[in-house]
């Protein structure tokens, strides 16, 4: 009797000690939705305040904060690396340069977090917490951004070359690019319907446009076609234009219903809908978010978090940077 209870008692012991470990396992390895919550609760309060000015003064900077996490995540995990400065950046990689915006409301956001919570937020979660706010005031949905990544200590400027898609790009390669880093195609297409808000530049879609030798893309819608031309005719390929012809500053699922009109900017937009390289389910999909506009805003959320999990840094790894733009 007296055995057996002893043995019961160690046995509960074991159990609390075992759930106790994973719990603080899982505090320091996995990110949360309340991780700041008693270290800097004013996370939330401060980032959405630059967001909401930034894009007052200008819409577009919603969508370029946006851009700035997915480019984020796609090269070592969602760990700022970005933003490192240095010519051997990923800044100047050639998807980056010249292109990715909002590094300026990056660091005013972390230049107010240091004063009030010195070293404790790090700047790949400003970047995922700024993200979700431009989505939100562009009309998008809201949805929980988890947090707790800490800040990479290397730039990598090839895994940027490399490993961000082109436009150009097939849609089985831009496929397979997700694939490296944990995202299936369902999150291609969703995630794609980011380019409801933003913009692009012509030297990324004139591939599209008729030329001397050759004529317009024939998945591009031919008025469509013709005003590209006379935007980007005599440029130097910096010009620019909506990514999203119906409502350029609204996150909405038109983006979608564009492609069902050959009406999609880039060739990784229509192709998601046009492209005979063997991926049907693309074109499926595409169909189903133009009709329903609340599941593409279910779906986008959940895909913004899958991609903001891409191995972050936890626990001791990395470090939180006082300066976003360079290592401590
Ligand atoms: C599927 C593969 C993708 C390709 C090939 C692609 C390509 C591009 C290109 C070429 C631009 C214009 C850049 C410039 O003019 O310099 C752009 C803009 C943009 N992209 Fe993507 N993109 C992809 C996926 C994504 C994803 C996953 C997101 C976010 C979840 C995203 C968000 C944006 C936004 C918001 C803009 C506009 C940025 C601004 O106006 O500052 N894109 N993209
Ligand atoms: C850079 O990225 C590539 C491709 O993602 C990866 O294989 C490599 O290990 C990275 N290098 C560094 C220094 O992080
Ligand atoms: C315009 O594009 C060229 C390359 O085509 C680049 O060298 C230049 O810096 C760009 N200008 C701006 C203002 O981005």
């Known amino acids: 009797m007296e055995h057996?209870?002893?043995?019961?008692?160690?046995?509960?012991?074991?159990?609390?000690?075992?759930?106790?470990?994973l719990s603080t396992r899982v505090a320091r390895c996995q990110l949360t939705d309340d991780f700041y919550d008693y270290t800097c609760p004013d996370v939330y309060y401060i980032v959405q305040q630059h967001v909401f000015a930034a894009m007052r003064a200008e819409m577009r900077m919603g969508a370029s904060l946006l851009r700035l996490h997915f480019h984020d995540c796609f090269v070592n995990g969602c760990d700022g690396s970005i933003l490192l400065d240095g010519t051997d950046g990923e800044k100047f990689a050639i998807p980056n340069m010249n292109s990715v915006r909002g590094y300026e409301v990056i660091d005013a956001i972390k230049e107010d977090l240091e004063?009030?919570?010195?070293?404790?937020?790090?700047?790949?979660?400003?970047?995922?917490?700024?993200?979700?706010?431009g989505v939100l005031f562009s009309g998008g949905p809201y949805y929980d951004v988890l947090l707790g990544r800490r800040d990479g200590l290397v730039a990598n400027q090839s895994g940027a070359d490399n490993g961000l898609p082109a436009p150009f790009e097939p849609i089985n390669s831009i496929i397979s690019k997700f694939r490296d880093v944990?995202?299936?195609?369902?999150?291609?297409?969703?995630?794609?319907?980011?380019?409801?808000?933003?913009r692009?530049?012509?030297?990324?879609?004139?591939?599209?446009?008729?030329?001397?030798?050759?004529?317009?893309d024939s998945t591009l819608d031919a008025t469509m076609a013709v005003k590209l031309q006379n935007l980007c005719a005599?440029?130097?390929?910096?010009?620019?234009?909506?990514?999203?012809?119906?409502?350029p500053y609204v996150f909405d699922n038109s983006y979608y219903q564009n492609l069902l009109k050959q009406k999609?900017?880039?060739?990784?937009?229509?192709?998601?809908?046009?492209?005979?390289?063997?991926i049907a389910n693309t074109k499926a999909l595409?169909?189903?978010?133009?009709?329903?506009?609340?599941?593409?805003f279910w779906d986008f959320g959940r895909s913004m978090v899958k991609m903001g999990s891409i191995s972050p840094l936890t626990g001791e790894a990395g470090q939180i940077r006082k300066n976003c733009r360079i290592v401590n």
């Open 4 to 21: 057996s209870y002893s043995c019961r008692f160690r046995f509960f012991l074991a159990c609390t000690v075992l759930v106790l470990c």
């Open 115 to 133: 004063r009030m919570c010195p070293e404790v937020v790090s700047c790949a979660d400003i970047v995922a917490l700024a993200a979700g706010y």
């Open 200 to 216: 692009a530049r012509c030297a990324l879609f004139t591939n599209r446009l008729a030329t001397s030798t050759s004529s317009a």
């Open 286 to 296: 595409v169909q189903t978010y133009s009709a329903n506009g609340d599941k593409f």
């Open 264 to 278: 999609g900017l880039l060739s990784s937009d229509q192709g998601l809908f046009s492209s005979t390289d063997g």
């Open 182 to 198: 944990g995202l299936d195609t369902t999150d291609v297409v969703v995630l794609s319907g980011a380019h409801t808000i933003g």
């Open 234 to 247: 005599g440029g130097d390929g910096n010009q620019s234009t909506v990514l999203d012809i119906t409502s």
